[in-house]
């Protein structure tokens, strides 16, 4: 349990000015079917590319560029992974890879490092991968592609080490800041998907109180768990206040959680735009949650495999769909209907 609110906090550590990502910087309840993505999902007028980019000048990154009618939308960007981390039951520790904020403090970690930063990517707009090899001996073969309703990602590690990794997961951290259509800092766009249908997360959420923009200077967190999830903090302490983990001692830099209620269906995000003419979804079959940033509107529907062991390869994967009009077609496909 500790381990996945530990991961939870590393993404509270985002700067609140300028999100997860500088722009001026280089098992759940249901299952997505590919056969399903057919026709009336087809991205239509928006148009997708990609670029390869770095996190704090070393990490992979990816800039998703949107235009819609020929106008620009702006970028999401992603850190490509922001995480990777497993238990490892034999050292009694969590292996973990993170891109920043590193708190030597941290117990129980097993850290691994690259090798060598930053990677060199490899594709063009359409698709573009990298290699990235660890001192612990395992190597990432990371990739996105874009496909007729949005984008694929996956990440295939080889687990060239004596440790089986169990709970093995990689975070892609999707941002909407700097896609002005997209951003949603007051959860008035946000959707979760319960009783196979869309509804607005912020109206899920127990208590919840938007506040204004310029109070918005730490995270706000909003996190909801498929029936089959395992939540790691009580209903009963919602919304949840934890210690920031750069600034243990600051009150005034805790983190604030909100669990929804009640389970979603299945681990989809969906954002519609300001002028409710397009949207994002973020999904993923192998998740039991999602969660959101407010405050520096990111998207997580993060997946996790239950082991890989020493000496073999397991890939991970999760989407992103770009839609026009409104969620009803997104519902259907995410629902099989």
Same mark, same amino acid.
């Given at each position: 349990?500790r381990?996945?609110?530990?991961?939870?906090?590393?993404? !509270?550590l985002?700067?609140?000015?300028?999100?997860?990502?500088?722009?001026n910087k280089?098992?759940?309840a249901?299952?997505?079917?590919?056969?399903?993505m057919?026709?009336?999902?087809k991205t239509s007028?928006l148009? %997708?590319s990609?670029?390869?980019?770095?996190?704090?000048?070393k990490f992979p990154a990816?800039?998703i560029? #949107?235009?819609r009618k020929g106008?620009?939308?702006g &970028?999401?960007?992603? +850190? &490509?992974?922001e995480?990777? *981390?497993?238990?490892?039951?034999s !050292?009694?520790k969590s292996?973990?890879f993170?891109? @920043?904020?590193r708190?030597?403090e941290?117990? !129980?970690?097993?850290?691994c490092? =690259?090798?060598?930063? =930053?990677?060199?990517?490899?594709?063009d *707009?359409?698709?573009?991968?990298?290699?990235?090899d660890? @001192?612990n001996?395992?190597?990432?073969t990371?990739?996105?592609?874009v496909?007729?309703?949005?984008i694929?990602?996956?990440?295939k /590690?080889?687990?060239?080490t004596?440790?089986?990794?169990?709970?093995?997961?990689?975070?892609?951290c999707?941002?909407?800041?700097?896609?002005?259509? /997209?951003?949603?800092p007051?959860? *008035? +766009?946000?959707?979760?998907?319960?009783d196979?249908?869309f509804k607005?997360i +912020?109206?899920?959420v127990p208590?919840?109180?938007?506040?204004?923009?310029s109070e918005?200077?730490? =995270?706000?967190? &909003? +996190?909801a768990?498929?029936?089959n999830?395992?939540?790691?903090y009580?209903?009963?302490d919602?919304?949840h206040t934890?210690?920031h983990?750069?600034?243990?001692?600051?009150?005034?830099?805790?983190?604030?959680?909100w669990?929804?209620?009640?389970? #979603?269906?299945?681990a989809?995000l969906a954002?519609?735009?300001?002028? %409710?003419n397009?949207?994002i979804?973020?999904?993923?079959?192998d998740?039991?949650?999602?969660f959101?940033? !407010?405050?520096?509107?990111c998207?997580?529907a @993060?997946a996790?495999i @239950?082991?890989?062991?020493?000496?073999e390869t397991?890939? %991970?994967?999760?989407r #992103?769909?770009?839609?026009?009009d409104?969620?009803?077609?997104?519902?259907q496909?995410?629902?099989?209907?």
């Amino acid at each position: 349990m500790r381990r996945t609110t530990t991961l939870l906090l590393i993404c !509270a550590l985002i700067p609140a000015t300028a999100g997860c990502i500088d722009k001026n910087k280089t098992n759940s309840a249901g299952k997505v079917k590919d056969n399903n993505m057919n026709e009336s999902t087809k991205t239509s007028s928006l148009e %997708i590319s990609l670029k390869p980019y770095t996190f704090d000048e070393k990490f992979p990154a990816l800039a998703i560029h #949107i235009t819609r009618k020929g106008q620009d939308e702006g &970028f999401l960007y992603v +850190r &490509f992974p922001e995480i990777i *981390e497993a238990w490892v039951p034999s !050292a009694g520790k969590s292996l973990k890879f993170y891109q @920043d904020n590193r708190i030597p403090e941290w117990p !129980a970690v097993l850290e691994c490092e =690259p090798t060598k930063l =930053p990677v060199q990517w490899q594709g063009d *707009e359409k698709m573009l991968s990298y290699t990235m090899d660890f @001192d612990n001996g395992m190597t990432l073969t990371s990739s996105a592609q874009v496909i007729e309703t949005g984008i694929i990602f996956k990440h295939k /590690l080889y687990n060239n080490t004596s440790l089986d990794l169990n709970e093995l997961k990689k975070w892609n951290c999707v941002q909407l800041t700097t896609a002005p259509n /997209l951003h949603d800092p007051l959860m *008035e +766009r946000t959707h979760v998907l319960v009783d196979n249908k869309f509804k607005l997360i +912020r109206q899920l959420v127990p208590e919840f109180k938007p506040w204004p923009l310029s109070e918005s200077t730490h =995270p706000h967190f &909003f +996190r909801a768990y498929t029936a089959n999830g395992n939540r790691w903090y009580k209903e009963d302490d919602n919304p949840h206040t934890s210690p920031h983990p750069g600034y243990p001692d600051d009150p005034s830099k805790a983190i604030t959680t909100w669990q929804v209620i009640p389970p #979603i269906n299945t681990a989809v995000l969906a954002t519609i735009s300001k002028d %409710i003419n397009w949207g994002i979804a973020t999904y993923s079959n192998d998740s039991d949650s999602v969660f959101t940033n !407010a405050t520096n509107t990111c998207h997580h529907a @993060d997946a996790a495999i @239950d082991i890989c062991p020493a000496g073999e390869t397991r890939t %991970i994967s999760n989407r #992103i769909l770009l839609f026009e009009d409104n969620l009803s077609k997104i519902a259907q496909l995410i629902t099989n209907q």
